[in-house]
């Protein structure tokens, strides 16, 4: 049974070239939710395309000899080729060259002028082409634009402007009655503060400064600014009508949208513009706005100018899409950026892929076939040992769909592996390769690889929506069809007297150095010998730095970010008995911290407790687990003593 529609979209490509990495990380993001919400039964339309209007598209066909509809239906073809090499599962692919939403955009744009919404006048100021933005005098930063960092041209002329101060107080009013309309809370907070409480500046809508556009039919020369042009897709590709008497039936079955997936730099225009926008012309706003970080190459965000672009389809040529899908999905914190480098890449697929994943359902298969010819026996000598791992498989779908119903992806993926490394463990804790030894004991062995079948079919069917292809390659391994959710809720799903599949490998160890040497060749790098040789003679070098300062200075010490963190929940490191791993809440943010104290501490002494952490810390993974900061201790004798305050301070606070 349907538990009820649910739109998600993603904001629309610019066709002004390849999206990179960063780029495509948002349609594997939002293509993980949307598979998600199907399998937890909901029915799903899931929207993207591209943006295909404006100056900077005019002039990027102009050097490239081309008209500007023959320039966009190249790239446009080239990014629907890279959102389907990484299997996204999009409902409606959109462009806004498509008649039909040409259409509608003038309709949208006469309702509103008719109204009075809009007016016409002349702009006057600093426009950003390649952001496709005006700013004034105060808005820029050293005389260039405040987004992009880039050169800026004053312009003057005449334009349409829409009064954006009329809604300002009913938007700031749904902000506070929904306080989950823009997320992550921080997003909220930078757009109440820095924009809407400041005051709103009326919106320009048209231009007549090149002709790459909407026309406006009331006015020959304007066109329709790329924001309500690019903005409005998100319902003109439903069927939205105007006039409101013909609305289209997915308009009527799906509006208004779930989930706007957006990346965090055009947030302003779809929490602000956009309900305004809706509110003029009187429909619905939608449910919620996620602005989504940035994934960064090693310390920088993607640009063609700096020379650190990857794209997806390379990456898919060295690891495979699954991989791909993986890392970026799993290193992506909730609200702040990700980093990728080749290293961390491989040590992910080595560690999580290969290992932790790939060894468990090759070991068990293999077992499965080696001491009962494939068949599944039925569980019949059950032991108290058998429960705690049980039990983590029937909780383990609640838990994922507790952090998916938060967007929290990469924690939802957590708690797969989680489930994935207490299986390994269970084959530690019951040795089936010594059960097997003993014809006695053929009915417990039996037992044993039934609970890891099932362990990893409910795994696999979780897995879905993030690998869909290797969640495919297991469930074809087990020779099973239940898939479905309610399937996941009892631990009965593989059926005794079946046979499972042949073992096959789902991913490959990969020997880092030869991998490096191999990227460097294609990427022209120099011979990675020399390179490591460079690096360590650096490195070298910059110890003996560090050895020769006894002070740091201001900026230093600026540079660390610490705060106040209120530990939720703590456990023992499932693989180290040396670390506790820590549920940090940091204002609204949680945050997951390995600690080397478990020596001095037991997890119910610290549950509850204030405690100091670096919080900007770069994110390190310790035998297996992801930290994203460091908890302060003090040497106390020969024991750790973890820092805390003197006052009952609010997580989230700044330690200055």
């Keep these: ?41 909901y029915d799903v339309y899931f929207q993207t395309g591209t943006d295909e209007h404006g100056q900077k598209i005019q002039e990027k066909a102009k050097e490239a000899g081309k008209e500007p509809q023959e320039y966009v239906d190249e790239v446009a073809a080239e990014i629907k080729r890279i959102w389907d090499l990484m299997n996204t ?14 259409k509608i955009v003038q309709k949208i744009f006469k309702k509103l002028y008719d109204q009075g919404d809009i007016y016409k006048g002349y702009y006057e100021g600093w426009y950003c082409t390649p952001d496709e933005a005006f700013f004034t005098d105060a808005q820029l930063v050293d005389g260039k634009c405040p987004d992009c960092g880039r050169e800026v041209q004053l312009t003057r002329e005449d334009a349409y402007f829409f009064k954006m101060s009329k809604y300002a107080d009913r938007l700031m009013k749904h902000i506070e009655e929904n306080p989950k309309f823009i997320q992550p809370e921080s997003r909220k907070n930078e757009m109440v503060n820095n924009f809407i409480k400041p005051g709103l500046q009326d919106l320009c809508v048209s231009r007549t400064s090149f002709d ?28 939205y009508d105007p006039d409101g008497c013909n609305h289209g039936e997915l308009f009527k079955k799906y509006w208004p ?9 055009i947030l302003r225009f779809h929490t602000i513009y956009w309900p305004i926008l809706l509110m003029a012309l009187g429909e619905e706003l939608p449910k919620q706005v996620f602005g989504h970080p940035w994934l960064l190459i090693g310390e920088g965000k993607m640009s063609k100018s700096k020379g650190n672009v990857i794209y997806a389809d390379d990456l898919v040529d060295l690891f495979g899409v699954d991989a791909v899908r993986y890392f970026v999905l799993h290193e992506m914190p909730f609200a702040t950026d990700g980093t990728l480098t080749y290293e961390l890449l491989i040590e992910r697929i080595n560690s999580d892929l290969a290992n932790i994943l790939g060894n468990l359902v090759n070991r068990t298969i293999s077992m499965t076939n080696k001491y009962f010819d494939g068949e599944i026996m039925a569980p019949t000598a059950k032991e108290a040992i058998d429960d705690e791992l049980i039990n983590l498989a029937l909780e383990t779908p609640l838990k994922v769909e507790k952090k998916m119903d938060d967007l929290r992806v990469a924690d939802s993926i957590g708690e797969i592996f989680t489930l994935l490394r207490r299986s390994n463990k269970y084959i530690d804790e019951t040795q089936p390769w010594i059960l097997g030894r003993d014809e006695s004991k053929k009915e417990r062995l039996g037992t044993v690889l039934y609970n890891l079948l099932e362990s990893i079919r409910i795994a696999a069917v979780l897995l879905e929506p993030y690998l869909p292809e290797t969640a495919e390659k297991i469930l074809k391994q087990l020779n099973t069809e239940k898939r479905d959710w309610e399937s996941l809720l009892t631990f009965n799903g593989m059926v005794p007297g079946r046979k499972v599949g042949k073992p096959e490998i789902l991913f490959a160890r990969i020997d880092l150095a030869k991998k490096i040497e191999e990227i460097n060749k294609l990427n022209g790098v120099e011979d990675s010998s020399k390179a490591e040789k ?54 609204e943010e949680v945050r997951q911290v390995v600690s080397g104290i478990a020596k001095w501490y037991k997890p119910e002494d610290l549950t509850g407790k204030k405690v100091v952490m670096v919080y900007n810390l770069k994110a390190v993974t310790l035998r297996g687990v992801e930290s994203q900061g460091m908890i302060l ?13 003197l006052e009952d301070i609010p997580s989230g606070a700044k330690i200055s």
């Design 89 to 102: 599962s999009y409902d409606k692919f959109v462009r806004t060259t498509d008649p039909e939403h040409i």
């Design 257 to 265: 949208a779930d989930v706007h997936l957006i990346g965090k730099d």
């Design 212 to 239: 790459w556009g909407i026309p406006v039919t009331f006015d020959e020369g304007h066109v329709v600014y790329v924001w309500i042009d690019a903005l409005s897709n998100y319902i003109t590709f439903l069927g």
């Design 633 to 645: 201790s003090a040497e106390k004798g020969k024991k750790l003593s973890v820092v805390s305050t």
């Design 1 to 41: 049974m349907s538990k009820g529609k649910y739109y998600l979209t993603t904001a629309i490509a610019y066709t002004s070239g390849k999206p990179h990495i960063g780029n495509t990380y948002e349609i594997i993001l939002a293509d993980s939710i949307v598979r998600f919400k199907k399998l937890n039964g």
């Design 534 to 587: 460079k690096s360590k003679e650096a490195e070298e070098s910059k110890e003996t730095e560090e050895q020769d300062a006894e002070y740091v200075t201001i900026d230093d010490f600026a540079k660390l970010d610490m705060r106040v963190a209120e530990v939720l929940k703590v456990e023992k490191h499932p693989n180290a008995d040396r670390l506790l791993v820590f549920q940090l809440k940091v204002g």
